[in-house]
């Protein structure tokens, strides 16, 4: 059985992004502080995962090259673990304290231990009250599938009346990890005519249907085997001679579902789309015809958009409510344009309305190759 962690925790090779230079450890902010007199911290959600230690080891490794004192720590996917960290990091008071916590019911704790030390922080993935916040949006994502699938089932005239959408999510990863299902529904309803339409607040982790066949919603618990079987369990109730539009909260949880859906005979009356941009899912995009979009994470890239917005924060700069993280959807006619046919990343996506600010910094640029910087 394979496991891929929630969105943010798909399981990725590492892979290089192409630098457009060589800094130095005199390298400086715009403003002209030196980055070598900056100190992070920087906790890990846990280096036993292959993506959470690619993010840490981009956050230490382009860090030193810069030349800022980084310490780094391992918050090991556990609550007691991220506190007592979180609690070791406020004695050393860094300039700023980068914290990817997974435990939502510790956040508030992690929060306050920076608060009461005045060590201003900054939260990866998982919001902590109290700190900065960089993230991908998984609504995005559903939205950004959506406007690439619908427009091909729109062609061949599918509608609510001879097609079923299927939701593949996991119901214990939350409200934010599960939006990109949930919105790719809501998109739907909203564009193809005669499917029912509900708020993104009426599909919850709990909902199974929606409108008789207009949508299934299954549990694929975040693995390719458990999306398999939870949709044999469900796959009778689409009718036989239905289309399927089907979308997942990450790459095994459209596999496990697709995978069933083929060998029930729905073959080219499936459009899909995937969440990673892993090998398998970039390999489904360029060859497989129902496969129509790959949601790109640049996973990789992320601790040079870390390293930025900490930097802006020492600079006096209050960043946006979320900072976005690097994301795209890929099609079959762009995917090339970000990735490599060996998997590594071309170009990153060019940044957006909130962080745009992160430019202003230098290290973008001197780290990694953003479309629209040089």
Known sequence: MRRRWPIVALAVATMTVAACGSPKSTSSTSSGKSLSSLSFAYASAGDAVGIFKTVGDGVVTDGTKLGIKIKRYNNNLDGPTALTNAGLIAQTKPDVAIDWNTQVGVGAAVGQQFTRAKVPCLAVNQQIPGCSWFNLSNKQMGVDAASVIL????????????????????ATNGVEVNDGPRYFYVQTANTLPGFTKVTPAQITASTTTIGGTNGLQIDCKSTLDGAYAAM????????????????????????????????????????????????????????????????????????????????????????PALTAAPQMMLTKSNVDMYYNKDGSINSLPPLVASNQYLAKYNILQKLAKVQGLK
């Not at 089932?153 to 609510?160: D, I, P, Q």
């Not at 005979?265 to 360029?286: K, P, Q």
């Open 151 to 170: 427009p091909v089932a729109s062609k061949r005239g599918w509608t609510g009346a001879n097609t079923t959408v299927v939701m593949s999510i996991s």
């Open 232 to 319: 044999q369990n469900v796959i009778g109730s689409i009718p036989k001679g239905n289309n399927v539009l089907l979308y997942g909260s990450d790459d095994d949880c459209t596999f496990g579902a697709y995978r069933s859906l083929k060998q029930a005979g729905f073959g080219n009356r499936i459009l899909t789309g995937g969440l990673g941009a892993d090998s398998d899912g970039l390999n489904e995009l360029r060859t497989d015809p129902n496969w129509l979009a790959e949601g790109a994470l640049f996973f990789q890239g992320w601790g040079v958009y870390v390293l930025s917005e900490a930097a802006a924060m020492t600079q006096g700069a209050k960043p």
